[in-house]
């Protein structure tokens, strides 16, 4: 079921009521295309599997050559909540599909029904109002301790470490997405301030610390000396001069993890975001500066670092050698 997104275009492919959803999401919304494109997939692998399921193509057709050009209004109103059932466990059973990928599958399924009942005012009753999401195993984030990230940052060497160095910096302090790192362009560089485009197109001012300054004043001198061929990037490759992409910031990231003695199998880019944003939480941050901070929408998505938190006071309380101590029994006196 996977498929190269590059290779995609929902405005070319996708049939008319797919189509003016997925629109909306980008125009309205202010999705990326590359995720608009995903949830074109989702529909797409849905309502394949549903004609295949309701005997509406010949069964000798593979799913996944099915075509979903004629899906109409009168398709989409045939769902019922027992042919998402029966495409959840045809995920599970047939693809090997874990919890999670389900889940945003369902959650695919759901945005569009409701826009169906809610904007375009195409269904009187929306069929999958009361789908329940997988449930999904509640982990906490693996982070970096303040020594480690030590070693990290002391471990950075070899011909791109003023660059290098400075992505680590960025992500260890500011919390930075990958995407967003990789989108930063030289003049959101603004004295103290940085400006990133987060989700969804929305823009937050980061405040840069003395670490954040001086990275970037190294980084910036150097890049200054390149003749680039994106002049617009704040970082690039020093091979070819254009903006880095994502696969070369995990490359760098996984090997000075590596060269720092940690488990590069066990932390990636996102860990670091996760030990910028436990960092500030177990430094005084509260919880609400934190959201700012890390651009999340919805404050239960940052609390999950407040039971990292608790987690860790916890282990510090445990670890206290008085923790074991117990009142000695006196003796009690006889009554004379």
Not at 36 to 48: K, M
Not at 105 to 130: C, G, H, M
Not at 250 to 265: E, F, I, N, P, R
Request: proline share 2%; glycine share 4%.
């Amino acid at each position: 079921m996977r498929c190269d997104l590059d290779s995609v275009d929902y405005r070319t492919d996708a049939p008319p009521i797919l189509r003016d959803f997925l629109v909306y999401h980008e125009t309205i919304q202010g999705h990326s295309r590359r995720t608009v494109d995903e949830y074109y997939l989702d529909l797409r692998n849905f309502f394949r599997f549903l004609k295949h399921d309701k005997n509406l193509v010949s069964r000798d057709i593979p799913v996944d050559e099915i075509s979903i050009d004629d899906a109409d209004l009168a398709l989409v109103r045939s769902v019922s909540l027992t042919d998402i059932y029966s495409y959840m466990n045809y995920l599970s059973r047939d693809r090997g599909l874990n919890n999670t990928s389900r889940a945003r599958k369902v959650a695919t399924i759901r945005s569009f029904y409701k826009y169906l009942t809610n904007k375009a005012k195409l269904l009187e009753v929306n069929p999958v109002q009361d789908l329940d999401s997988p449930r999904l195993k509640k982990t906490l984030p693996k982070y970096l301790n303040l020594d480690e990230s030590l070693d990290l940052l002391n471990n950075v060497d070899g011909k791109n470490s003023i660059r290098d160095y400075c992505i680590l910096t960025l992500f260890l302090n500011c919390g930075l997405r990958i995407s967003e790192l990789v989108g930063l362009n030289k003049t959101d560089v603004r004295g103290d301030q940085l400006r990133v485009l987060g989700k969804g197109n929305k823009e937050r001012i980061l405040y840069l610390n003395e670490a954040c300054q001086n990275a970037l004043e190294d980084w910036m001198m150097e890049r200054d000396t390149l003749a680039l061929v994106d002049q617009n990037a704040l970082f690039v490759t020093l091979q070819n001069r254009r903006r880095i992409s994502t696969a070369a910031v995990h490359k760098l990231v996984k090997k000075h993890l590596a060269a720092a003695g940690l488990d590069s199998t066990q932390y990636s880019s996102h860990k670091l975001r996760h030990t910028a944003a436990t960092l500030m939480l177990q430094n005084g941050v509260d919880v609400r500066t934190l959201q700012e901070v890390l651009g999340h929408d919805h404050l239960n998505t940052t609390q999950i670092y407040t039971h990292v938190d608790n987690d860790s006071m916890r282990a510090a309380a445990k670890a206290n050698p008085l923790g074991r101590a117990k009142q000695r029994k006196q003796k009690a006196e006889k009554d004379t």
